[in-house]
């Protein structure tokens, strides 16, 4: 029994709070959950469209053009090789925001699968397959990069598999813990004497009430996985140059910045930053909507 | 056929491990008959709702539901929905007995389809059926049950039971969490049901008047074992073992007061 | 009321709830004299909880209250410091689900004497000494023992007993029990009722007792009140109330609960559920449950009447006077 023991309340109008509570689907994340949402629904437009929204071709070298500042058409000026670094930011959004997308949609996947199946099975699959994850988990994203790089070609593909490898654990456990108490529930119980079949079950009932929680998680995910990206990246083992990518631009900008010439890395480095604190900012107050969701 | 009880469990025996929690328990109930298992916290009564539901597996005995034995777990989904069409259960907690994502029409909808096919029309108005017969209007029976009180869940959760149309009910402390007005509601309605259906119950309950409003017969159980068996009505009026005795004794009524046990 | 040791006048309490204020508690007045015990009965949304922690000065936070409480002839909410401190020494308090009260990383020895130790300047010794006497009065006899063990290691019956034991050791002048025994079987719940009230009268000591079932507040306690929807709609002593009920709620919380001995073939249900003070309809919050309304008990909320040597809530209470006892027919 709450502290409040009060019934839950009538089924019909109940007096509704006057001010506009937000975006349908954004209810509940606040001024700072909606404007980081708009952060990211910039960025991702971006990412789509950033190729035909470049003003100039970001792979066009033009070395007369090297370091030179912002001019009017060319509002961050030019990096190292002449390239206009406005469009190459523009550019870069797409495999900037492609990885970290690819890891979370990958680690999502696996990771709620797993989840879903120890909870549900429990006894010895749950001991085996939490025992392997946590093997996994003990090993840093950026250690598996550098292993499975040894092995295939440093690529983004590769990179995304690494980190999404080092993210499933985490994901895992945390909705393992979710789905457990979910399990315990009477209604999954009812469910089973019913006779409805487990997947079934796991499915459309277990699987449909942690969905609130897993949006929440990827959210936060994200914004490890393109932190950890734009890591490999700058180490040379994920985008490589002369791609325009925005970690990559970090690592390319290390010259400009001993010139006097920070735009590069500056600019690319802030795109990184906004992305990955509107990403955290909307996954904290989802997960917190998540959490104190009325059953 | 026609003599064969519908629930016929004999000596049924549950062990975790050292802790014996079931103890040679035997009973029946006769086609149309109603039995409550009586008993405090450690007694075993939720243990043998669980043996009959399938939720658990005796560690030995006997149980027979509508002429099928189901003392081992049921191979195949089809012989589960099978059972899950003979034997239903009511939980106690309302809060935790639907699905939060899931209205109550959908609920009853989804057993239906489960347990009897047909068109998605007839199933909307069996629906419309059982929420009439379990008291819900169209409103309360589309709402989420967040927007449901504890005694409207407790209908949607009878409902969904009743829609599976099983011979058996077990009550698993159905309206032990529920106040005492819509507790009545709640006793009044399942007489309603029994009358109308011809449903046989099985209440597990501590509270001996919910007892000997529902019941005709019962079994009084203390740490897994059976202490007294026989028609309500006499149990409760003359209770012959001491158990039983001080049960009853220490139920509040006017003019009673409670008493030190040691 | 001069000789009242804890009195509430015209208590009025609004929670945040969904973003905005709502009443749950509604104009409660009520006196309970040194050595007197008083029952407070409701269901869901009766507000008796609320009214346990508005005395105690345990409200939620956001909570927003009028009225006064007095304690021994002071308002509650003017006390500070070392006057709060005594405060919370002479007024005790006891909750249904003893797991949810007490640290489970600490012993039960830890548990009880803190506050001795911390607030009143006990020895470890003596505090310890204390608790294993109070444990030996409420039924547990190796006190020594129990002192080291943790919550966990205890049943819910020895746990809630532990927290009486607990409570008692301040010496309180008041005992505030929410539920105590709820979440007990039934056995002990008479176990620890008896305790209870033995130990109370052995006291003078006064209490609050809060519950759901009517029986068990007339059994233990001289004068029983029964809450609806926030506000208090009959004050008696518990006999009269039980046999001769003046509110029609009371009459339909007695004719509610299935009989033990003896067969009722349907029970007279209250049509509707049990409402919070803020959902309750204008005029008499029962009005739209109640077999007995006519327009008046629409237009305009009844106030609380002394009547009978109690007091009533209720527009039509001179009129229904004597009908409502189990038994007469009625709607």
């Not at chain 2, 016929?8 to 975790?16: Q, T």
């Not at chain 3, 052995?202 to 209490?207: A, H, N, Q, T, V």
């Amino acid at each position: 029994m709450s502290a409040i023991e009060l019934d839950p309340g009538v089924v019909g109008p109940v007096p509704a709070t006057r001010k506009w509570r937000g975006v349908p689907g954004l209810r509940g994340t606040g001024v700072a959950g909606h404007l980081s949402a708009l952060v990211l629904a910039i960025a991702g437009f971006v990412a789509v469209f950033g190729n035909m929204l470049a003003p100039h071709d970001p792979d066009l070298t033009n070395l007369s053009y090297a370091f030179v500042g912002p001019q009017p058409g060319h509002p961050l000026g030019f990096d190292s090789q002449g390239r206009d670094l406005f469009s190459r930011i523009l550019a870069g959004a797409r495999s900037s925001l492609l990885g970290p997308t690819a890891v979370v949609v990958l680690a999502m996947l696996v990771g709620t699968f797993l989840a879903v199946a120890t909870a549900w099975k429990g006894g010895r699959f749950d001991r085996w397959v939490s025992a392997g994850l946590d093997v996994l988990f003990a090993f840093p994203a950026i250690v598996l990069a550098i292993i499975v790089s040894v092995i295939v070609q440093p690529s983004l593909l590769s990179a995304t598999i690494a980190l999404s490898i080092a993210y499933t654990p985490y994901i895992a456990r945390v909705l393992r813990s979710a789905a457990l108490r979910e399990r315990a529930r009477d209604y999954i119980a009812a469910l089973e004497v019913q006779g409805l079949r487990a997947w079934i079950i796991c499915v459309r009932h277990l699987g449909r009430n942690l969905v609130p929680l897993i949006v929440a998680q990827g959210a936060v995910l994200f914004g490890y996985a393109m932190v950890d990206l734009a890591a490999i990246s700058f180490l040379g083992l994920g985008v490589r140059p002369p791609q325009a990518d925005w970690g990559v631009m970090v690592s390319t900008g290390q010259s400009g910045v001993l010139q006097g010439y920070p735009l590069e890395s500056l600019s690319a480095g802030v795109c990184i930053i906004a992305v990955v604190i509107a990403v955290n900012i909307l996954g904290e107050r989802l997960t917190e909507r998540a959490n104190s969701v009325s059953r | 056929m026609a003599d064969e009880p519908l629930l016929d469990v004999v000596a049924l025996r549950k062990e975790f491990g050292a802790h014996v929690a079931v103890d040679d328990v035997s009973f029946q109930i006769a086609e149309g008959g109603s039995l409550a298992i009586v008993g405090e916290s450690g007694s075993g009564k939720t243990t043998i709702a669980k043996m009959i539901t399938g939720l658990l597996t005796p560690t030995s005995g006997t149980i027979r539901a509508c002429g099928h034995d189901r003392s081992k777990p049921a191979k195949g989904a089809a012989e589960r929905r099978r059972r899950g069409g003979e034997v239903q259960i009511v939980f106690q907690d309302p809060y935790s007995s639907l699905d939060p994502r899931q209205s109550g029409a959908a609920a009853i909808e989804e057993v239906l389809a489960l347990h009897r096919g047909g068109t998605s029309a007839a199933r909307a108005s069996r629906v419309a059926e059982l929420g009439s017969l379990v008291g819900l209007d169209d409103r309360q029976l589309h709402a989420l049950p967040r927007a449901l009180s504890g005694g409207q869940r407790q209908r949607v959760a009878i409902a969904r039971a009743l829609a599976a149309a099983p011979r058996l009910l077990i009550l698993d402390e159905s309206v032990a969490a529920l106040d005492v007005s819509i507790q009545a509601q709640v006793l009044n309605l399942l007489a309603d049901v029994r009358a109308e259906t011809g449903v046989s119950y099985l209440l597990i309950s501590h509270d001996l008047a919910v007892v000997r409003q529902i019941t005709d017969d019962v079994i009084v159980m203390r740490n897994g074992q059976v202490v007294e068996r026989g028609a309500t009505r006499d149990v409760l009026d003359a209770p012959q073992h001491e158990y039983t005795q001080l049960l009853r004794s220490s139920v509040p009524a006017p003019g009673w007061t409670p008493t030190r046990r040691a | 009321m001069s000789d009242a040791l804890l009195e509430l006048r015209q208590v009025t309490v609004r929670l945040p709830i969904s973003g905005e204020q709502r009443t749950v508690l509604h104009d409660v007045s009520f006196h309970i004299r040194p050595g007197e015990a008083l029952g407070l009965v409701g269901e869901s949304g009766s507000g008796k909880s609320m009214t346990a922690r508005a005395v105690a000065r345990l409200l939620p936070p956001g909570a927003d209250s009028t009225g006064t409480v007095y304690f021994a002839g002071n308002d509650v909410a003017a006390l500070k410091g070392a006057a709060m401190r005594s405060f919370r020494a002479e007024v005790a308090m006891v909750f249904q689900d003893p797991r949810a009260h007490i640290n489970p990383v600490r012993t039960i020895g830890d548990f009880m004497t803190e506050a001795l130790r911390t607030n009143h300047d006990v020895s470890r010794s003596d505090a310890a000494k204390r608790a294993v006497s109070l444990l030996a009065e409420v039924g547990i006899a190796d006190g020594q023992r129990r002192l080291e063990q943790y919550p966990h290691e205890l049943s819910g019956g020895l746990l809630q007993r532990v927290m009486i034991a607990s409570a008692l050791l301040t010496e309180p002048k008041l005992l505030l029990a929410d539920e105590p025994t709820t979440a007990l079987d039934v056995t002990t719940q008479s176990d620890v009722m008896a305790i209870l009230d033995e130990l109370r009268r052995e006291r003078g000591m006064s209490l609050l007792f809060i519950t759901h079932d009517l029986e068990l507040a007339g059994a233990v306690c001289d004068r029983t009140a029964v809450m609806y929807a926030g506000q208090l709609v009959e004050e008696r002593t518990s006999s009269a109330l039980h046999d001769d009920p003046l509110h029609p709620y009371t009459a339909g919380l007695v004719g509610a609960r299935p009989r033990i001995d003896g067969d009722v073939v349907r029970l007279a249900a209250i049509p509707g559920r049990p409402r919070s003070a803020f959902e309750a309809p204008a005029g008499c919050a029962f009005s739209d449950r109640c077999v007995h309304v006519v327009d008046e008990c629409r237009a305009s909320r009844p106030s609380l009447e002394p009547l009978d040597g109690g007091s009533v809530r209720c527009h039509r209470a001179v009129e229904l006077r004597g009908t409502l006892q189990e038994g007469v027919a009625h709607g």
